[in-house]
């Protein structure tokens, strides 16, 4: 089963505006994660964001981590027509055991940006 | 440098063969994984090695899936008499490090294996 649940599960929006993508999961985590993924392609890791970090910053990327509301949020400003792909936060639990090898992902959003 | 390797590309197959998918991951990635993608879902994790050892298969669907790295490199995973549900996209995905510092290591996806079953 899935950890998270992202919204939107589609988001359309025209080059140069920005785009938001959030994500919620349910166990306590050691980190959260965002994935890229081309049709067609295997998912390519964007950025990362520890559970003692509130927000993060990558180039037009911006992270944010609320983990008392088990939450985040995917920010890609001045979207360009080459961002068009699907999008997937996952987490890491935290240490113990071997689950620390287990990055759960959630359903994903797909974001197309029109030139 | 090479990214992760997967063969074949696209896979068909006949209900009731076994098939094999191929997993070359980065050179020197001690940590390896195997995920099952559905049409238009996240990936689901199936099964994680580090190095040889595969330290949790809690994600292997039925016995009739099988994984192995038995030199701690290349990995293999084997569905047995393969059903239609077994249609999916198979990600293998490589890490550098190993045990808690694992926690913070992005993983490095392959291309995957399109399998369908007919």
């Known amino acids: 089963s899935q950890q998270g649940e992202e919204d939107p599960q589609a988001l359309s929006i025209q080059e140069g505006e920005n785009a938001t993508m959030n994500c919620s999961y349910k166990t306590s985590i050691n980190n959260l994660q965002w994935y890229r993924q081309n049709s067609g392609r295997g998912l390519v890791h964007l950025i990362l964001?520890?559970?003692?970090?509130r927000e993060k910053h990558s180039g037009r990327l911006r992270v944010t981590l609320d983990t008392s509301k088990k939450s985040s949020s995917l920010l890609i400003t001045a979207s360009r027509a080459a961002d068009t792909a699907s999008y997937f936060c996952a987490t890491r639990p935290r240490a113990g055991g071997t689950s620390y090898g287990k990055l759960t992902f959630g359903q994903g959003t797909i974001l197309t940006v029109h030139p | 440098g090479a990214g992760v390797s997967q063969s074949p590309r696209y896979k068909v197959a006949k209900r009731g063969q076994d098939v094999a998918l191929r997993c070359d991951p980065i050179s020197g990635h001690v940590s390896l994984f195997w995920y099952q993608q559905a049409l238009g879902q996240g990936p689901e994790f199936l099964t994680y090695?580090?190095?040889?050892?595969?330290?949790?298969k809690s994600g292997l669907p039925s016995d009739r899936f099988f994984a192995e790295r038995p030199e701690g490199s290349v990995s293999t995973l084997k569905i047995q008499r393969t059903q239609q549900e077994d249609s999916a996209v198979y990600l293998c995905?490589?890490?550098?490090?190993?045990?808690?510092?694992?926690?913070?290591?992005?993983?490095?996806f392959g291309n995957g294996t399109r399998l369908t079953v007919t």
């Open positions: 090695f580090q190095n040889e050892a595969q330290l949790d």
């Open positions: 964001i520890r559970s003692n970090e």
């Open positions: 995905a490589s890490s550098l490090v190993q045990g808690q510092s694992s926690y913070n290591s992005p993983l490095h």
